[in-house]
């Protein structure tokens, strides 16, 4: 099976993968942000939700 390495760019694992294309991590980057900091969801619950999403998912990080 194929790897893939990661990037200098971006500070988590899923960010150095998308950093290959800085373009792509930029308008992640934003919309992540977007859906993060604003919008009528508490931090707290957004949170709630990632963490149940990536056990979910079986992310490993």
Known sequence: M???TF???GSTPFEQL???NPE???KW???EETLFY???LDLELK???RRTLA???QCHY
């Open 18 to 20: 998308l950093g290959h």
């Open 55 to 57: 056990f979910t998912n």
């Open 47 to 49: 949170e709630e939700v």
């Open 38 to 40: 604003s919008g009528v």
């Open 24 to 26: 792509v991590l930029k």
């Open 7 to 9: 990037s200098k760019n």
């Open 29 to 31: 980057s934003s919309l």
């Open 2 to 4: 194929a790897t893939i």
